[in-house]
């Protein structure tokens, strides 16, 4: 959401000054200054900062070199098919497996290809180059390029979504100059033939939209509510919850979480400078879900938690979904 709302002010600001509308400009930057310094005064007063940690390390962090090879990591691995997939969903294993027994296993490689060329082309054929849609979509993907989790993974195809209207633009344009030149111009054919690849487009999209509907996405993903919905009903309001996910786990915990420490940290002495009463030992959240620990927590923290059952009670555990709840009495 703050890559969104900072891509948009950009873009606004950027636009209204590349078109000389200067008197416009200084209102926006004259808003945007303030609500910035207000934001900035708001947060400092209540101990906080005007980006989080986590978003200055992931997005503002690393030295320029570092950047530039993490930024050219991303655009590999969206090329690899995640953005194709984003807008035609009939890539992945499946597909590849099916290919392959017929020897065509190279075409979705292709037609991944094909479909950056004409999205590519059909940014660069659409005229007048100054809409402010055209700014927005380049600061956009240079934020969601800039972004580096190793941990969680930094290409997701949920950030592409903001954006998508645009690239199925861009890519019509460019399904546009490709059917031209194959149909002379004649404006019929390309209207039959843009009809044609609009319904082969549409198929899957609509298949994949009643999978969705008959199989949620929320019924693919881990449940966070499984251990913390039992804090939430059973433990004090005002203790403090150690979980892998804070952010997401605080609404079924409703109680005030912290992350897992870093590797090298002690896990007691981290513990107790937080003042954690609970912790919440449980899958990543990731979809399709799984229900393996992850490595850090099964060679790191679960170790130590099982060594002393005194000090950390089992007080919940779900053996179907690998979830365990931990009381800390130090």
Known sequence: IRTIGISLVIAMILYLLTTRRFREARTVIIIFVAGFLFLAWFNGRNGGSMFSSGYEAQVLGNSVSEKIGQVWSNVLGYSNEVLASSLIPIFGSGLDSFLGRFGLGFLPFVLNVLILILIAWGFAVWKPKLEWMHIY??????????????????????????????????????????????????????????????????????????????????????????????????????????????????????????????????????????????????????????????????????????????????????????????????
């Open 137 to 330: 979509v380049i600061i956009y993907v240079l934020g969601i390029l800039a972004f580096w989790n190793p941990r969680v993974g930094s290409v997701k195809a949920r950030f592409l979504i903001p954006i998508l209207p645009f690239l199925y633009f861009y890519l019509i344009q460019g399904m546009n100059w490709l059917a031209g030149k194959f149909s002379r111009q004649d404006a019929r054919r390309i209207a039959m033939l843009l009809t044609g690849l609009g319904i082969v487009i549409a198929l899957p999209l609509l298949a994949r939209n009643l999978q969705d509907w008959r199989n949620p996405v929320m019924n693919q993903m881990t449940d966070l509510s499984i251990g913390a919905s039992w804090v939430a009903e059973n433990a004090p309001m005002n203790v403090i919850v150690m979980v892998n996910e804070p952010v997401p786990s605080y609404v079924h915990v409703q109680r005030k979480t912290i992350g897992y420490p870093k590797d090298g940290q002690d896990l007691e002495k981290y513990l107790n400078n937080q003042g954690i009463d609970y912790i919440i030992v449980s899958p990543l959240l990731q979809s399709p879900r799984s229900f393996e620990l992850d490595k850090f927590v099964e060679e790191k923290i679960l170790p130590i938690l099982e060594a002393d059952p005194g000090k950390f009670l089992v007080v919940y555990t779900n053996p179907k979904y690998n979830v365990t709840v931990y009381q800390y009495r130090p």
